[in-house]
T-cell receptor, first 118, second 116 residues
Framework: AQSVTQLGSHVSVSEGALVLLRCNYS??????LFWYVQYPNQGLQLLLK??????LVKGINGFEAEFKKSETSFHLTKPSAHMSDAAEYFC????????????????FGQGTILTVHP | GAVVSQHPSRVICKSGTSVKIECRSL??????MFWYRQFPKQSLMLMAT?????????EQGVEKDKFLINHASLTLSTLTVTSAHPEDSSFYIC????????????FGNGTRLTVT
């Protein structure tokens, strides 16, 4: 079984400040890890993903995340927050299937709402 | 990039009626699509996996007779909420992935269902 825990349902930062959204996972197999962003009443947009290889993953809009197996973490960061970053962020895990890939069966965390103050 | 279109974006229906939600992959073929449900202020929960040309696979606790899924072509999956009740009110989101290896999921914009 897999699970995801996002620490902090709400995070508030000032514009220009560091953004840090925390995600810890549990998985019995090597995980595939994802961060998605959701704007109100919209679907999810993929920010970045980790499957194999380099543990520091860069995504869109200046976000990046680092896979730390020893800590079972995949925290999302951005050096300088922008007002347009205000949204809800979801961390997710899936089981990679050897010989092919199915990202469809995702287990999501509870989400973190990011607020950016001027 | 790959686009998934979901329709309608909002629907209000009366208790006892059925509602159909469409999910289309616009520029790629998807042998598999996924239906998620999101309750207010909660995360997304996978409801079922829609397989083109075969029966959908439902997650534990999801009533297959209430949530009918049809995946008749490589670009279209539909979710029909039958005999809707107020507790079915939720945000439903579909997702799909191009069939090639290592393709990420793309999500539709969701459907807000309100049952009165």
């Amino acid at each position: 079984a897999q699970s995801v825990t996002q620490l902090g349902s709400h995070v508030s930062v000032s514009e220009g400040a560091l953004v840090l959204l925390r995600c810890n996972y549990s998985s019995s197999v090597p995980p595939y890890l994802f961060w998605y962003v959701q704007y109100p009443n919209q679907g999810l947009q993929l920010l970045l993903k980790y499957t194999t290889g380099a543990t520091l993953v860069k995504g869109i809009n200046g976000f990046e995340a680092e896979f730390k197996k020893s800590e079972t973490s995949f925290h999302l960061t951005k050096p300088s927050a922008h007002m347009s970053d205000a949204a809800e962020y979801f961390c997710a895990v899936s089981r990679g299937i050897a010989g092919g890939t199915s990202y469809g069966k995702l287990t999501f965390g509870q989400g973190t709402i990011l607020t950016v103050h001027p | 990039g790959a686009v998934v279109s979901q329709h309608p974006s909002r629907v209000i229906c009366k208790s006892g009626t059925s509602v159909k939600i469409e999910c289309r992959s616009l520029d790629f073929q998807a042998t598999t699509m996924f239906w998620y449900r999101q309750f207010p202020k909660q995360s997304l929960m996978l409801m079922a996996t829609s397989n083109e040309g075969s029966k959908a696979t439902y997650e534990q606790g999801v009533e297959k007779d209430k949530f009918l899924i049809n995946h008749a072509s490589l670009t279209l999956s539909t979710l029909t909420v039958t005999s809707a009740h107020p507790e079915d009110s939720s945000f439903y989101i579909c997702s799909a992935s191009p069939s090639s290896v290592n393709s990420p999921l793309h999500f539709g914009n969701g459907t807000r269902l309100t049952v009165t």
